[in-house]
């Protein structure tokens, strides 16, 4: 119903009741505006933003003063997406995502540690020296030599046999 005599006491109570008012002025009786200001453009999200005000009218938790979510899009509809909420080295993470150094594309939660190289690549808990074990995802504690340490056994065990040999 569109109030066409507003602010008019339709039915003689002394009262004016959201049927009889337009307190936004945009044709629409208070007990039936959905938005405030102009209830023409509508709300298609149903975010009660209208699409005057709402920056995106197609997503539902995107309206001014809206709590950004760290996805990327500027929720509050404030001009900017958030620094936090930025991707600017173009990983796939943002800060608030994880991305503990959003300006070094090979820094990240997703990629692994390369131990002595002063960069916490991982996110995790900072560089770790080449000589501290590294865990990985299977739990595996790998050493920093370059030789397994049973090749280390197979050697010594070759070595023994070997003076055996020549002491018979």
Known sequence: ???TDLDVDVDCDGVLSDMESDLDEDGVCDDLD???KDDAT???DQDSFCADVDCDDTDDTVFPGAPELCDGI???CSGAVPDEDADLDEDGVSICGGDCDDEAFDVGP???EVCGDGIDNDCADGDVECDEPVIDEGGCSCGTSSHPPVLGWALLVIAGVSLRRRAR
């Open 1 to 3: 119903m569109f109030c």
């Open 34 to 36: 959905v938005c405030e």
């Open 42 to 44: 509508g709300d298609a």
């Open 74 to 76: 500027d929720n509050a």
């Open 110 to 112: 997703d990629e692994d």
